[in-house]
T-cell receptor
């Protein structure tokens, strides 16, 4: 079955710096890759996603890149702010209909003021 | 529109008991998935229901079961509770075609087994 690895497990950056989180997946049939942000005590929330027919997607300070050949995708956050501090999860769709996901173990991002 | 609603928010049960958790998806969403979240294991997929049918299932023992009603509301049941079942149980709903928007998660039910 699908396996998703995520690195690093923790990441500390200075406010204003960039943060990059990387994920790899094993199932070449996966075709949809969402990223979720979970603040302490709150639900995971979808922040950006990418489909396998796209190499990059950007939304303001957040971008995701996908390399299908290498089976890895990355989240890039620029100009980080304290409110970006959270746990970030990547996920890859599974199954023929891609209707459920395997999540990475998460990255705890701390943005230091 | 209303989000995904999970009840109850908190639950304390004793080993050996059973528990039922409820999830009401976003109106119009027919797919409901359940996840177990623990500090050590992250987000683990339990099962997914679509139109009252279990469409996918994760690697959990048979003590974990679920169902979905005609109005898309879903329940999850855990029988013969064990201490290791203590976790945050998250429900997520999605519309047609997960790739068009992914999940919307509920706030979860935090289950503590003592």
């Amino acid at each position: 079955g699908e396996n998703v690895e995520q690195h690093p497990s923790t990441l500390s950056v200075q406010e204003g710096d960039s943060a990059v989180i990387k994920c790899t997946y094993s199932d070449s049939a996966s075709n949809y890759f969402p990223w979720y942000k979970q603040e302490l005590g709150k639900r995971p929330q979808l922040i950006i996603d990418i489909r396998s027919n796209v190499g990059e997607k950007k939304d303001q300070r957040i971008a995701v890149t996908l390399n299908k050949t290498a089976k890895h995708f990355s989240l890039h956050i620029t100009e980080t702010q304290p409110e970006d501090s959270a746990v970030y999860f990547c996920a890859a769709s599974t199954g023929g209909d891609g209707q459920n996901f395997v999540f990475g173990p998460g990255t705890r991002l701390s943005v230091l003021p | 529109k209303a989000g995904v609603t999970q009840t109850p928010r908190y639950l304390i049960k004793t080993r050996g008991q059973q528990v039922t958790l409820s999830c009401s998806p976003i109106s119009g969403h027919r797919s409901v998935s359940w996840y177990q979240q623990t500090p050590g294991q992250g987000l683990q997929f339990l099962f997914e229901y679509f139109s009252e049918t279990q469409r996918n299932k994760g690697n959990f023992p048979g003590r974990f079961s679920g169902r979905q009603f005609s109005n898309s509301r879903s329940e999850m049941n855990v029988s013969t509770l064990e201490l290791g079942d203590s976790a945050l149980y998250l429900c997520a709903s999605s519309g047609t075609g997960v790739g068009r928007g992914g999940y919307t998660f509920g706030s979860g039910t935090r289950l503590t087994v003592v």
